[in-house]
């Protein structure tokens, strides 16, 4: 099975660097998508045994993420694994999504941080309220909704035809993956928060919960 | 105090007009949508004016008072205008999306392309 691992980036390059430097053992092709980054984010990743894509204006993570896979399928690959480029996910949890995407059991493997240990409060109530609302409307309880890191097949990423472009499409991957009845799993992986003022605002969480409202609603 | 409303609803009314004209001369509206824009304003202009012949209008239609219609009369105008604007700006927003990306894979697409032929 042909695993390619899709990171999206903006304006990460403070932490690239260390990301890159991290997966030089790891033995997966990479593809890195600068969602038009204004620092140096795509020059550096240039240095890198990486193929670097780059959105000419920033369009957001779902986009730059779709981009990836996209990318990762025209090169020839059975599944991807989605990881964040802030350095808050570990190389070393990789070997666990290859084991369960390669196992060809799951189509669809989540990753689950655990919430009790260094994540801000606001982002742990956040989290659980998105969890509980999503298992009441879609009958699918995951642990941990919002998280970057996970793995899909092919076949599952092109069946989601995912819409969102912002942070709004993990919770759209989690929603899909009930609809079209994908065998999923959930494995834990370690989470390091360096910034508390990137990743999902206040107003991002307030867009994804109207979006979980309204698909529920429209769709 | 009404003859302050007038006053400003006239100013406010005829600033619209000009920002209508304005953008009709630089061609970003068209011939029908200045003519629209133009009535409504000149409705307004009409009004403010003539406040009494509104609220013998508003009294035919059963609407109590004046300002009352004049809300609803806002609220017909402003919600579909609204809801037109979030269609286009979705719309947009879409097109840019499916262009930047179409945009960064063409790299490797191009690099599919020299793979087959070679």
């Known amino acids: ?219 | 105090m009404i003859l302050g409303l007038q006053v400003i609803a006239l100013v406010f009314a005829l600033v619209m007009i000009y920002f209508a004209y304005l953008h009709y001369r630089r061609g970003e509206i068209n011939g029908l949508e200045i003519l629209f824009w133009l009535t409504a304003w000149m409705g307004a202009i009409f009004i403010a004016i003539f406040p009494e012949a509104f609220r013998a209008f508003s009294a035919t239609i059963a609407v109590n008072r004046a300002f009352d219609l004049a809300m609803i009369g806002a609220f017909i105008l402003v919600i579909p205008t609204v809801y037109v604007s979030y269609i286009r700006t979705k719309r947009i927003e879409k097109k840019i999306e499916d262009l930047v990306r179409k945009e960064s894979l063409k790299p490797l697409d191009e690099l599919q392309k020299n793979r087959k032929s070679t």
Not at chain 1, 17 to 35: A, H, M, T, W, Y
Not at chain 1, 73 to 91: E, F, R
Not at chain 1, 124 to 145: A, F, M
């Open chain 1, 1 to 219: 099975m042909k695993i390619y691992l899709v990171i999206p980036a903006y304006n990460e390059a403070k932490r690239i660097d260390n990301l890159l430097e991290s997966l030089k053992g790891v033995n997966l092709p990479v593809i890195l998508v600068d969602d038009g980054s204004f620092d140096k984010t795509f020059q550096l990743a240039k240095k890198y045994p990486v193929t670097v894509l780059r959105h000419k204006v920033n369009l957001g993570k779902g986009a730059a993420l779709k981009t990836g896979c996209e990318a990762a399928i025209l090169l020839g690959a059975s599944a991807v694994i989605l990881m964040d480029s802030d350095g808050q996910h570990k190389a070393s949890d990789l070997p666990k999504f290859v084991g369960k995407i390669s196992m060809e059991t799951y189509d669809v493997v989540f990753g689950s941080r655990n919430l009790n240990i260094g994540v801000p409060l606001v982002r742990y109530i956040g989290n659980k309220i998105e969890s509980v609302l999503i298992s009441l409307l879609y009958g699918i309880y995951i642990s941990d909704p919002i998280c970057g890191f996970r793995a899909m097949t092919k076949k599952a990423y092109q069946k989601m035809k995912l819409e969102s472009a912002g942070y709004d499409i993990e919770t759209e991957m989690v929603i899909k993956t009930k609809h079209f009845g994908f065998k999923y799993c959930e494995v834990p992986v370690e989470t390091v928060y360096y910034d508390k003022f990137k990743g999902v605002t206040i107003l991002d969480a307030l867009g994804i919960f109207t979006n979980i409202l309204k698909w529920k609603i429209f769709k």
